[in-house]
């Protein structure tokens, strides 16, 4: 069975500050990792992804995250974050060996303060 | 404009009254899924389709059925709802290659149960 974690339930910065929401996989097999976007009343808009490649991706404004297989980690990183970016972060997982599956982590609602 | 549209999107019913949650994407997407959100547990999968006339059971299939005559229609069907599936539905879908795999969400159903 797949899973991820996201540890944080609430995340909280200051504005102009870097941010850090951790994500935590387990899956058999390759896998593909997402980060997603949550505003209110809203559905999940996609942020970035890995599939292979390159450990670290740069997605939608301004994010980044860094893939470790080792790890097993995939941690939605940005170096300066603003307001607007307060939402709730999702982390999912897909595997080549079951691709239609997609398991989501808990979500962490990040807080980014003036 | 690309996008998933779901109905309704807010639902009010009683138990065992037959319930019909439409989803329709206009990308010509193979892959198309159903989610459900509930505080604290972040999405949950209930049902995937590869393709027209291929559907397979996610996380939380119970109480739940699908369809999928059409690429761009997946229909969520709640034969006998109850006030356990009171939650926020949502439908997705993507291309279904390697080289991509990002989910494009619907704006949510939100279901009541009585």
């Known amino acids: 069975a797949q899973s991820v974690a996201q540890p944080e339930d609430q995340v909280n910065v200051a504005e102009g500050n870097p941010l850090t929401v951790k994500c935590t996989y387990s899956?058999?097999?390759?896998?593909?990792l997402f980060w997603y976007v949550q505003y209110p009343n809203r559905g999940l808009q996609f942020l970035l992804k890995?599939?292979?490649?390159?450990?670290l991706v740069k997605g939608s404004y301004g994010f980044e995250a860094e893939f470790n297989k080792s790890q097993t980690s995939f941690h939605l990183k940005k170096p300066s974050a603003l307001v607007s970016d307060s939402a709730l972060y999702f982390c999912?997982?897909?595997?080549?060996?079951?691709?239609?599956?997609?398991?989501f982590g808990d979500g962490t609602t990040l807080t980014v303060k003036p | 404009e690309a996008q998933v549209t779901q109905n309704p999107r807010y639902l009010i019913t009683v138990t065992g009254k037959k319930l019909t949650v439409t989803c329709s994407q206009n990308?010509?997407?193979?892959?198309m899924s159903w989610y459900r959100q509930d505080p604290g547990l972040g999405l949950r999968q209930i049902y995937y389709?590869?393709?027209?006339?291929?559907?397979d059971k996610g996380d939380v299939p119970e109480g739940y059925k699908v369809s999928r005559k059409e690429k761009r229609n997946f229909p969520l069907i709640l034969e006998s709802p109850s006030p356990n599936q009171t939650s926020l539905y949502f439908c997705?879908?993507?291309?279904?290659?390697?080289?991509?795999?990002?989910?494009?969400f619907g704006e949510g159903s939100r279901l009541t149960v009585l």
């Open positions: 997705a879908s993507s291309l279904f290659r390697q080289d991509t795999g990002e989910l494009f």
């Open positions: 899956v058999s097999g390759n896998p593909y």
């Open positions: 890995y599939i292979t490649g390159d450990n």
């Open positions: 999912a997982v897909r595997s080549n060996t079951n691709a239609g599956k997609s398991t």
């Open positions: 990308m010509n997407h193979e892959y």
């Open positions: 389709s590869m393709n027209v006339e291929v559907t």
